[in-house]
């Protein structure tokens, strides 16, 4: 049986066999019986590689540890709110904070960057998902918009996330907004052209052009 520990761009955790591009954690999530009880546990939200230095949990979901959990790829970790871990993803990381820096100017330590991304991503009163109004037509690629469901920016498309991968396809509208999942500062840094250690997209999203509703 799947565990619950795969992240939609939602932030949301859910149970599917599908594993995902991209790991990482927002704490102990879980009890110990490997429930999860609770949406995130710290401001500390990571991304990291699949493999790294031949290190190996098994099982997943241990009592007391962090929470494993599998993103379908890197746009959707950043719309759940999660940036490059600064271990596994050194490079990544640098370069995240170099390009922090331009946006805000001031400390760019791993406290002061989970600080600013934990105000974007989560509304403090009811701990649940901070959604912010934007155009359409000023989203890069890798931008997620919520219209029923969560639908990524890509060129000319909106395209459909599942947990298997990228679906429907609709045009991308012109002179409207929408409500922006990705936290905004997550924005610039893909409009900068990121490319890193893990898939910014998963495949599915290239694959032929197909138009629905």
């Known amino acids: ?29 879980h009890d110990e019986h490997g429930r999860i009880r609770r949406r995130y546990n710290g401001k500390r939200w990571i991304a990291c590689r699949l493999e790294f ?3 190996h949990r098994n099982p997943l979901l241990q009592p007391g540890r962090f929470t494993e959990l599998f993103f379908l790829d890197e746009a959707t970790a950043f719309a759940a709110g999660h940036r490059p871990c600064a271990l596994c993803r050194r490079e990544d990381y640098v370069r995240f904070g170099e390009i922090w820096r331009e946006l805000h100017p001031g400390r760019i330590d791993a406290d002061a960057i989970d600080e600013r991304l934990h105000d974007e991503r989560v509304n403090p009163e009811t701990r ?35 947990p298997a991968g990228y679906a429907d396809r609709r045009r991308r509208p ?31 999203a290239q694959s032929p052009h197909v138009f629905g509703s």
């Open 1 to 29: 049986m799947p565990l619950q520990n795969r992240v939609t761009p939602l932030g949301e955790l859910i149970a599917d066999p599908a594993r995902g591009l991209v790991y990482g954690n927002r704490g102990c999530l």
């Open 53 to 55: 230095r031949g290190w």
């Open 128 to 162: 649940r998902q901070l959604h912010h109004r934007a155009s359409l037509d000023e989203l890069p690629d890798g931008a997620f918009v919520l219209q029923d469901v969560p639908w990524l920016v890509l060129g000319s498309e909106l395209i459909r996330w599942t």
């Open 174 to 204: 012109h002179g409207e907004e929408a409500p922006l999942i990705t936290p905004p500062s997550f924005v610039p840094i893909l409009r900068s052209g990121w490319q890193s250690a893990v898939p910014l997209l998963h495949p599915s």
